[in-house]
């Protein structure tokens, strides 16, 4: 089946450095990948929208000064925290998009703590 | 935007028993799907149902959906001590290149 493969599963920062979190699709190219942000007992809400080769689009709310994505190739995507503060703290989560054959497969997530 | 909302948000029954969850959306579909996740972990896909399919079964699981009423439910027969997890649905208003929209989800709790 198709997986995901995201990097790191934890990280601690401190207040003001960058972070930056990979996100790759083992077995199948996703021209399209996503990440998703979930505080602690929420659901998951939708960051930003990243497609090959292109910028990433950003929901409404979200600073794409502040969450850099980049998207290189159809099997690797990477979302940067930058100038991390603790209220960034949160479990992000990314989804690679395989088409109607993989769907969407969902990556185990990277639990952030900025200290 | 944030839609999909599943009730109960906490539920918690005996092994052995049946848990239903509900859900209800906005706006229109395309496919709706329900996911599970474990404390601290990424989401696992159970099961997908589109906007033309009014009922579908994968094993234990028993997903319905009511486009008129714009809601689903998922129920899990024959509960297990690991199906303890909080369960989310989730809407896809394209045909597939759109981000999902989650519901708050239904956190479940089998006692053994």
């Known amino acids: 089946g198709a997986v995901v493969s995201q990097h790191p599963s934890r990280v601690i920062c401190k207040s003001g450095t960058s972070v930056k979190i990979e996100c790759r699709s083992l077995d199948f190219q996703a021209t399209t990948m996503f990440w998703y942000r979930q505080f602690p007992k929420q659901s998951l809400m939708l960051m930003a929208t990243s497609n090959e080769g292109s910028k990433a689009t950003y929901e409404q709310g979200v600073e794409k000064d502040k969450f850099l994505i980049n998207h290189a190739s159809l099997t690797l995507s990477t979302l940067t925290v930058t100038s991390a503060h603790p209220e960034d703290s949160s479990f992000y989560i990314c989804?690679?998009?395989?088409?109607?054959?993989?769907?969407?497969?969902f990556g185990s997530g990277t639990r952030l703590t900025v200290v | 935007s944030q839609q999909g909302e599943e009730d109960p948000q906490a539920l918690s029954i005996q092994e052995g028993e049946n848990a239903t969850m509900n859900c209800s959306y906005k706006?229109?579909?395309?496919?709706l799907q329900w996911y599970r996740q474990n404390s601290g972990r990424g989401l696992v896909h159970l099961i997908l149902i589109r906007s033309n399919e009014r009922e579908k079964h994968s094993g234990r699981l028993r997903v319905t959906l009511d486009t008129s009423k714009k809601s689903s439910s998922l129920l899990i027969t024959a509960s297990r001590a690991a199906d303890t997890a909080s369960y989310f649905c989730?809407?896809?208003?394209?045909?597939?290149?759109?981000?999902?929209?989650f519901g708050k989800g239904t956190h479940l709790i089998i006692q053994p």
């Open positions: 706006t229109s579909i395309n496919n």
């Open positions: 989804s690679a998009f395989g088409g109607r054959n993989y769907g969407y497969t």
């Open positions: 989730a809407t896809a208003a394209g045909g597939g290149a759109d981000g999902l929209t």
